[in-house]
């Protein structure tokens, strides 16, 4: 049973570039959330996808958008990108449209902008 | 805002003995706490939870207790061995919201 997985991995990317990653949620699940994790802090909740639909967002610019898809993989886009935005971009799959209960996260995409 | 934090960014535990890594809380609309640890180049692993309606869970050598009144939860883990050395997150979410809060992480390591 695959958990959930991201990808890429690793990314380097300029000032000013735009970015997307992408994540398939752990088989049977049907919710998407991603977070932004900075050196030394704890996630920070982005926005959660459910039924193909931004259900809920968190302080981020509108730089930051994403897409659920009919198999409820998703991909997270973040244009105009700023040397802030390098961080550890995490997706957590979980059911029913809720984060009220236990998620799963994949290894994350640590993302680096030079 | 911090609505959750972990004071305590590093604990060193001997094996064997009881680890206990504490988080507080701000938002009094919180409902649901989860315990995530979280190893080198690998996302968070869900560890336990508990809802509001109770002051005490617990699963093996993991248990979490909730003081509302105090906005304060802690884990604790007996006997800690050296594999349960990782970053361990609090986290807190409120009914109907998905907007999940992470405190900052504790970096336990237990010494054989």
């Known amino acids: 049973d695959a958990g959930v997985t991201q990808s890429p991995t690793h990314l380097i990317k300029t000032r000013g570039q735009q970015v997307t990653l992408r994540c398939s949620p752990k088989s049977g699940h049907d919710t998407v959330s991603w977070y932004q994790q900075a050196l030394g802090q704890g996630p920070q909740f982005i926005f959660q996808?459910?039924?193909?639909?931004?259900?809920q967002r968190g302080n981020f610019p509108d730089r930051f958008s994403g897409h659920q898809f009919p198999n409820y993989s998703s991909e997270l886009n973040v244009n105009a990108l700023l040397l802030g935005d390098s961080a550890l971009y995490l997706c957590a799959s979980s059911l029913g449209g809720s984060m009220n209960t236990e998620a799963f996260f994949g290894q994350g995409t640590r993302l680096t902008v030079v | 805002d911090q609505q959750v934090k972990q004071n305590s960014p590093s604990l060193s535990v001997q094996e064997g003995r009881i680890s206990i890594l504490n988080c507080d809380y701000t938002?009094?609309?919180?409902?649901?706490f989860l315990w995530y640890k979280k190893y080198p180049a690998e996302g968070p692993t869900f560890l336990i939870s508990i809802s509001s309606i109770k002051d005490k869970n617990e699963d093996g050598r993991f248990t979490v207790f909730l003081n509302k009144s105090a906005k304060h939860l802690s884990l604790h883990i007996v006997p800690s061995q050296p594999g349960d050395s990782a970053v361990y997150f609090c986290?807190?979410?409120?009914?109907?919201?998905?907007?999940?809060?992470f405190g900052a992480g504790t970096r336990l390591t237990v010494k054989p």
């Open positions: 986290a807190a979410s409120a009914v109907n919201n998905n907007d999940m809060r």
């Open positions: 996808y459910y039924e193909e639909e931004e259900r």
């Open positions: 938002n009094s609309m919180f409902d649901y």
